[in-house]
T-cell receptor
Framework: LAKTTQPISMDSYEGQEVNITCSHNNIATNDYITWYQQFPSQGPRFIIQGYKTKVTNEVASLFIPADRKSSTLSLPRVSLSDTAVYYCLVGDRAKDTGRRALTFGSGTRLQVQP | EAQVTQNPRYLITVTGKKLTVTCSQN?????MSWYRQDPGLGLRQIYY???????DKGDVPEGYKVSRKEKRNFPLILESPSPNQTSLYFC??????????????FGPGTRLTVT
């Protein structure tokens, strides 16, 4: 199964830009990279998704290098409400057996201080 | 409003008493999935379904069953619950997984306690 590696935790202050990097060496050729945000006792919430280069939406930017073996989620000017766990998710790289199981990494716990 | 609903939200039961957690989505999504989340272990996929009558095991399927008779519903069945199945469960759906896109919508979660 495709494995993702992220830092366990990060600390920041309000107003700063935060960059969280995820390593995914075995990403499948056709798979996108998806990032989620999760608050305690809530379901994860989709933030952003990309295939290559850069994607930006109203919440975040996602940077993906040409080899696609990593990705960086960028949160501009974080606030206290951005304190959460952030997960990156990629699909399964095995030969196409038709399986589409998904494995979340352990996530990055972001703590934003005043 | 597009959403994934789960019922019940909270459940306390005893070992061995069969239970079903329902999941329903109103977005006509093909891909549906169940996850469990335990402290320190993150989100682990239990079962998934790529479409009606098509289901497959995730990482931790032991002790669970699922069915997908209709596109909108994907119930999770615990035939004989045990205390190690005490967990927070999430149902999720996405349009399709065939194109490599995993933009999933998650339900609010079901907190299950098995005594």
């Amino acid at each position: 199964l495709a494995k993702t590696t992220q830092p366990i935790s990060m600390d920041s202050y309000e107003g700063q830009e935060v960059n969280i990097t995820c390593s995914h060496n075995n990403i499948a050729t056709n798979d996108y990279i998806t990032w989620y945000q999760q608050f305690p006792s809530q379901g994860p919430r989709f933030i952003i998704q990309g295939y290559k280069t850069k994607v930006t939406n109203e919440v975040a930017s996602l940077f993906i290098p040409a080899d696609r073996k990593s990705s960086t989620l960028s949160l501009p000017r974080v606030s206290l409400s951005d304190t959460a766990v952030y997960y990156c998710l990629v699909g399964d790289r095995a030969k196409d057996t038709g399986r589409r199981a998904l494995t979340f990494g352990s996530g990055t716990r972001l703590q934003v201080q005043p | 409003e597009a959403q994934v609903t789960q019922n019940p939200r909270y459940l306390i039961t005893v070992t061995g008493k069969k239970l079903t957690v329902t999941c329903s989505q109103n977005m006509n999504h093909e891909y549906m999935s169940w996850y469990r989340q335990d402290p320190g272990l993150g989100l682990r996929q239990i079962y998934y379904s790529m479409n009606v009558e098509v289901t497959d095991k995730g990482d931790v399927p032991e002790g669970y069953k699922v069915s997908r008779k209709e596109k909108r519903n994907f119930p999770l069945i615990l035939e004989s619950p045990s205390p190690n199945q005490t967990s927070l469960y999430f149902c999720a759906s996405s349009l399709s997984a065939n194109r490599g896109s995993y933009e999933q919508y998650f339900g609010p979660g079901t907190r299950l306690t098995v005594t």
